[in-house]
């Protein structure tokens, strides 16, 4: 049995210098022992949580830690209805844990159908198993598109490329040869070979650097960020606030300790904006449940909303524009070469390759092998280089070297075969040049004078759903751009054929300065001849214009640029490594998915902007509040109970609908400037003309009434202003109307009327409106009020643009 020994140094792991590998793998008993002692390659899922941490995120929040305790104070000192604050905090806990867990099953499911499945050798048998199941010292294989999973010493290799830039910032693929290291996270471009594990689980090079980097927000969510901004504002607001207004509720006492300690709560719950990071939460996971029912997995939260930001689209056409299989359509000989032997020859290259592309799959369907050839030599096929090739022994006894690859890059500028080839490019055809190499297949210029033999033309299907998803974009105002390796003139007629017009350009006659390459790359739509990293400088060059870039593909050659886009997006069938940097991956390769990700993250976007909204001018209105009560000396106008119904009624019901409606607006950036704009003169608004009713209630009511019978009249008629003023917030927010949203704000609106309309709803919030002249001037009041908000909102819209 063939042995290979891979040198005697220590391993970190062994104390023993590694043994000989054997070229069969190990065996079951083998697997079992270091399954046994632990040596598996543990690692975390990507982007999961655990349940544990699911409910300490949701549970053990700083707001929940402030309402809990005043939650407690209340229920010593008040009646249950001026505690249901913390029954509703509870309910919105449970929720957020619930939507969450959802979601984490609905990712760790597709997880499950995408992930990578390494092929090892156990027991003389190549099998493919998942990336945690490898042990210490299995003989893993690795060829184009293969990510490593775990560090390892190659102990094969056949023109093994690996590129570790992603690891190491190497600009350059580095070969691989016999004993050299292989770092995890690191992947093949061409060749093939294996490599025996040498460091698993948490040890590997890649695992490490995971450890150390944010597994749950990768991606910048500008929506995450504003919220906790805002909520940072918040806090700076309601910690003086609040102690101003418990030393000055203390101080007046007309009404008893306790219910001085329950208005000190009412006017510091409200301040709290307890439901937007449940909400941001929820609608977050909501996403992730609706796009897993479409097969499309979401490995970043936030890159939900990311998508919907994205102004520009780089496809790569095999994959996306076009179904990865191919046809041979066409040989055509050269100078009068024999087609037979061309014949011969092709399929002699089809069985050198033992994991053939897709243009290679067609030939060898086309071109059955030739028994009687022997390769000797092989050259994998990469797209830097752009071609492939082999050295056979021939049946006769002859020996001859064939390169298969691009025209242009086999032959010479004006040689005849280029314009024969240009001519079936512009017909979409895709074309590759057989030809006789007068070279060492391992000689850097290997295709300098090469004999041009024929050409290979192949006919490439296009996806039926590319034209309509490109027109969504274009509808959308997302520019597209076709990004390929092939050639310019047979990608634009591709292009053209769903519709996408524009400017077509040979990628290696861009200028090498990001400047000039970023106005051209901004100014072109479709670009041939693209290699890996001239792909990533693309990417970096329209980021450098401020463009926010989605990168989708499925090969090996997209991986750099998928990794440096904002947004990478996967196709399932793609390579191991595509779809380990992605952050989207759609695991049916449906191209025409990409719309729906796109909405739901503008579902997102739009619809927390308008929760957020509501949410903060309830803060904004509490504060004030606060504030002009410390400043007047006078009784909180509010028990918990009073803004429990209030809170419930304008922001938390309808809050709850909206941010999972239905929503197509254009994500936009700015969020905290677009919520604070509306917020502040909202809530300014809000607070101020309750305390004005409030005032007039207590100067009207004073001299008919006394003690907490004054104070509950009062109460009321501020309540009713309050919830008016907030209504008309509520249906400000809810634009433009759709059915569904009429009815919400109706409801809401009809339920108020129900808690005035009942007695024993009356009795349990303390509200009974007194007399007619208080109840009507609080509508009054709101009625100005009202007027006041659609004058302020239009003139902050057109003052302060988004």
């Not at 597209?480 to 292009?495: L, R």
């Amino acid at each position: 049995m063939t042995r290979f020994q891979v040198g005697a140094e220590l391993d970190p792991v062994h104390p023993v210098p590694l043994p000989a590998v054997r070229a069969d793998g190990l065996s079951g008993a083998e697997v079992a022992a270091r399954v046994a002692r632990g040596l598996v390659n543990d690692v975390p899922v990507r982007g999961s949580r655990s349940p544990a941490e699911i409910v300490r995120a949701n549970v053990f929040t700083r707001f929940n830690a402030i309402i809990g305790v005043l939650w407690l104070v209340m229920l010593c000192v008040a009646p249950i209805q001026d505690s249901l604050f913390g029954f509703v905090i509870i309910a919105n806990t449970g929720i957020g844990i619930v939507q969450e867990w959802r979601a984490k099953q609905i990712l760790d499911s597709l997880a499950i159908v995408g992930e990578a499945r390494p092929t090892v050798r156990r027991d003389g048998a190549a099998v493919e198993i998942a990336a945690r199941e490898i042990v210490l010292d299995d003989l893993i294989e690795i060829g184009p598109g293969d990510k490593a999973a775990v560090d390892g010493v190659c102990v094969e290799a056949d023109g093994l490329e690996i590129d570790e830039s992603l690891l190491t910032g190497e600009a350059d693929p580095v070969v691989k040869r016999r004993g050299d290291q292989i770092l995890s996270g690191s992947f093949a471009v061409a060749g093939g070979g294996a490599y025996r594990a040498a460091k698993v689980g948490r040890e590997a090079y890649a695992a490490q650097l995971a450890e150390e980097a944010s597994r749950f927000t990768l991606v910048h969510s500008e929506l995450r960020t504003g919220v906790s901004t805002i909520l940072k504002y918040v806090t700076w607001m309601m910690v003086p606030t609040a102690l101003g207004l418990v030393v000055s509720q203390l101080a007046v006492r007309s009404t008893g300790l306790k219910d001085s300690l329950a208005r000190t709560v009412g006017g510091i719950v409200p301040m709290v904006p307890e439901g937007l990071v449940l909400l941001t939460s929820v609608a977050f996971a909501v996403g992730v449940i609706r796009l897993g029912r479409k097969q499309c997995l979401v490995q970043e939260l936030p890159a939900i909303e990311g998508l919907a930001r994205v102004d520009t689209v780089c496809l790569d056409k095999t994959g996306t524009l076009t179904e990865g299989g191919m046809d041979v359509a066409e040989l055509r000989p050269l100078d009068g070469f024999d087609p037979a032997y061309a014949r011969r020859v092709l399929g002699a290259l089809g069985e050198s390759d033992p994991r053939p592309n897709a243009s290679l799959m067609a030939i060898i369907d086309a071109c059955p092998d030739s028994e009687e050839w022997r390769c000797v030599e092989s050259l994998p096929f990469s797209s830097a280089r752009q071609y492939s090739g082999a050295s056979f022994s021939e049946g006769d006894g002859e020996s001859s070297t064939w390169l298969l690859g691009a025209p242009e890059v086999l032959l010479p500028d004006g040689a005849p075969a280029l314009a024969e080839a240009g001519r079936l490019n512009e017909r979409g055809l895709r074309v590759l040049l057989l030809a006789r190499a007068g070279r060492d297949l391992d000689d850097p210029e290997a295709a300098r004078s090469a004999t041009p033999a024929a050409l290979v033309v192949l006919e490439q299907r296009l996806r039926p759903d590319a034209a309509d998803t490109l027109r969504y974009f274009a509808d959308q105002g997302v520019r597209a751009k076709v990004v390929s390796g092939d050639n310019a003139v047979s990608v634009g007629a591709v292009a053209a054929g769903v519709g996408l017009t524009g400017a077509v350009v040979d990628a290696r006659r861009l200028p090498d300065g990001q400047r000039e390459m970023a106005r051209e790359v901004d100014e072109g739509t479709v670009f041939g001849r693209v290699t890996p990293r001239r792909k990533r400088d693309m990417v970096g060059a329209l980021r450098s214009r401020g463009r926010t870039v989605a990168m989708t593909g499925d090969g090996v050659n997209d991986v750099l640029a998928l990794k440096d886009a904002d947004i990478g997006v996967a196709m399932g069938s793609g390579s191991e490594a595509a779809r380990a940097v992605a952050q989207i991956v759609l695991l049916d390769d449906g191209f025409a998915a990409l719309p729906a990700v796109v909405a739901e993250g503008r579902r997102v976007i739009g619809n927390i902007t308008r929760v957020a909204t509501l949410f903060l001018v309830k803060t904004v209105y509490s504060v004030l509040l606060a504030v002009l009560v410390v400043c007047s000396g006078v009784e909180y106008p509010f028990l918990p109970r009073h803004l429990t119904l209030l809170s419930t009624l304008t922001i938390g019901v309808p809050a709850f609908f909206l941010a999972l409606a239905p929503n197509t607006e254009r994500a936009r950036p700015h969020f905290v400037r677009r919520v604070m704009r509306y917020a502040v003169p909202g809530g300014a608004v809000a607070g101020a003309a309750t305390f004005l009713t409030y005032l007039a209630a207590r100067g009207h009511y004073s001299g008919h009434y006394s003690g907490p019978d004054a104070l509950a009249a009062e109460t009321s008629a501020a309540t009713l202003t309050l919830f008016l003023v907030s209504m008309w917030v509520l249906a400000i927010v809810a634009r433009p109307y759709t059915w569904p949203r009429l009815a919400l704000v109706a409801a809401m609106g009809l339920a108020f009327v129900v808690v005035l309309a009942v007695p024993a709803l009356q009795r349990f919030f303390a509200l009974k409106l007194v007399g007619t002249a208080v109840p009507w001037l609080a509508v009054g009041v709101a009625a100005v009020a009202a007027a006041a908000l659609e004058f302020l909102w239009t003139w902050v819209g057109r003052r302060f643009p988004a």
